[in-house]
């Protein structure tokens, strides 16, 4: 079965750390760009990091810079969001895409909730 699977969301309070993770099964991992977007309750959805295919680095959005690190694990099939310095406005449903090189193909999550608060 072709999937994207995350877990780790939580409650967490201003200030903590969480890390998400992303499991991948069915396809060719190696094969596809990682990202993580975000849905915050009545606003748009944001992609906050996206894995790129020629260098291997990550651009991150500018609400998350210097916050957040992605990874990926490519023996494992997972990819992981390192969050840091967590506060409310990052209360959203965090997904994970598998995006592949040079297609239009995306496999989405089913999302994973992170909520900050005190």
């Known amino acids: 079965q072709v999937q994207v699977v995350e877990s780790g969301g939580g409650l967490v309070q201003p200030g903590g750390s969480l890390r998400l993770s992303c499991a991948a099964s069915g396809f060719d991992f190696v094969s596809y760009a990682m990202n993580w977007y975000r849905q915050a309750p009545g606003k748009e959805r944001e992609l906050i990091a996206e894995g790129t295919s020629d260098s291997g680095s990550t651009n991150y959005a500018d609400s998350v810079k210097g916050r957040f690190t992605m990874s990926r694990d490519n023996g494992k099939n997972t990819v992981y969001l390192q969050m840091n310095s967590l506060n409310p406005e990052d209360t959203a449903v965090y997904y994970c895409?598998?995006?592949?090189?040079?297609?239009?193909?995306?496999?989405w999550g089913q999302g994973t909730q992170v909520t900050v608060s005190s």
């Open positions: 895409v598998a995006k592949e090189y040079g297609t239009s193909r995306r496999i």
